[in-house]
């Protein structure tokens, strides 16, 4: 099935850094969700964008659904160990269905 | 507040094996619900949804099937698992008929013998 386009596909980063990560699609969505897993469980949902150009903010992460409605980025800052784990990002259209991103790797060193 | 139930954690079974996953979700009512598969190291691949009772639909063809007995429990089966159903398998619900997130279980990672 079809997957969104995510980069980068893996990171090292160091603790304090800010993360930046993206998806882009070749078609529109109307919600655009970012989800986040740890090895050998389910995603946990970070942020839900709803509305073209909207930019939400969750704590330390803040998310923003593309103006063309066919892209989003997470942004992470002053990243701390625990944010290690995989990033996904999700396109709704249909109230029914989810397309993932292929996942962005996210390993903070100390 | 809602919860998500996935079981077993983990299963081992032989080639040829039946399989029955178990999915309940507790806290709401009338959920949509969902059956993922997740190959290691990629993202998730939408099996099964239903919005209610009785009501599935497939997405890919495949050796699986899903059926809700129950307002809030869904089943995943097989009645013969081949080596390529390996994967982990992860349960999500939703509400309502518009763009609501969904949120995931703990999911069930199968290895096929």
């Known amino acids: 099935g079809q997957q969104l386009n995510q980069s980068p596909q893996s990171m090292f980063i160091q603790e304090g850094e800010d993360v930046s990560m993206n998806c882009t699609s070749s078609?529109?969505?109307?919600?655009w969700l970012w989800y986040k897993q740890d090895p050998g469980e389910g995603p946990v949902l970070l942020i839900a964008?709803?509305?073209?150009?909207e930019l939400t903010s969750n704590g330390r992460l803040t998310a923003q659904f593309g103006i063309t409605r066919k892209d989003s980025f997470l942004n992470i800052s002053a990243s701390i160990p625990s944010d290690v784990g995989i990033y996904f990002c999700?396109?709704?259209?249909?109230?029914?269905?989810?397309?993932f991103g292929t996942g962005t790797r996210l390993q903070v060193t100390l | 507040s809602q919860t998500i139930h996935q079981w077993p954690a983990t299963l081992v079974q032989p080639v040829g094996s039946p399989l029955s996953l178990e999915c309940t979700v507790e806290?709401?009512?009338?959920?949509?619900l969902y059956w993922y598969r997740q190959a290691a190291g990629r993202g998730l691949q939408l099996l099964f949804y239903?919005?209610?009772?009785?009501?599935i639909s497939s997405e890919v063809p495949q050796n699986l099937s899903a059926s809700r007995p129950q307002d809030r429990q869904f089943i995943l089966s097989s009645k013969k698992l081949l080596l390529s159903d390996s994967g982990f398998y992860l349960c999500?619900?939703?509400?309502?008929?518009?763009?609501?997130?969904?949120?995931f279980g703990d999911g069930t990672r199968l290895s096929i013998l």
């Open positions: 999500a619900w939703s509400v309502g008929q518009h763009n609501q997130p969904q949120h």
């Open positions: 078609s529109i969505f109307n919600t």
């Open positions: 964008l709803y509305k073209a150009g």
């Open positions: 999700a396109g709704q259209l249909a109230a029914s269905k989810l397309t």
């Open positions: 806290g709401t009512s009338n959920p949509n």
């Open positions: 239903s919005v209610g009772i009785g009501q």
